[in-house]
């Protein structure tokens, strides 16, 4: 079992950062693919970025990539996304989730999930 909380997110200008933060309990957090996802108002959830337990192996949204970096710290049981350059499309709730092995964009694959962190761009 693996309980995720996000936190970092808030009212940010186009073209600005921010870094959002995720902490997962349990002892096997190295184990887990960690993956991040949003979902705008009225929209399906999606993809953003994911990170392989060794952190060899990332992945990026078309929509992200060269903005967004995914890290993780298997130490202090936490993954992180530093969003740059912020837009307003990039409005939406983000949630960090867990896979058990291997990392993917298909959210089905991820078992556990925080409850969201509100980030919102305006223009």
């Known amino acids: 079992q693996v309980q995720l909380v996000e936190s970092g997110g808030g009212l940010v200008q186009a073209g600005g950062s921010l870094r959002l933060s995720c902490a997962a309990s349990?002892?096997?957090?190295?184990?887990?693919?960690m993956g991040w996802f949003r979902q705008g108002a009225g929209k399906e959830r999606e993809f953003v970025a994911a990170?392989?337990?060794?952190?060899?192996?990332?992945d990026y949204a078309d929509s992200v990539k060269g903005r967004f970096t995914i890290s993780r710290d298997n130490a202090k049981n936490t993954v992180a996304l530093l969003m740059n350059g912020l837009k307003p499309e990039d409005t939406a709730v983000y949630y960090c989730?867990?896979?058990?092995?291997?990392?993917?964009?298909?959210?089905?694959?991820?078992?556990?999930w925080g409850q969201g962190t509100q980030v919102t761009v305006s223009s």
């Open positions: 990170i392989i337990g060794s952190s060899s192996i990332t």
């Open positions: 349990g002892r096997t957090f190295s184990t887990y693919g």
């Open positions: 989730a867990a896979q058990r092995d291997g990392v993917s964009r298909i959210r089905t694959n991820y078992a556990y």
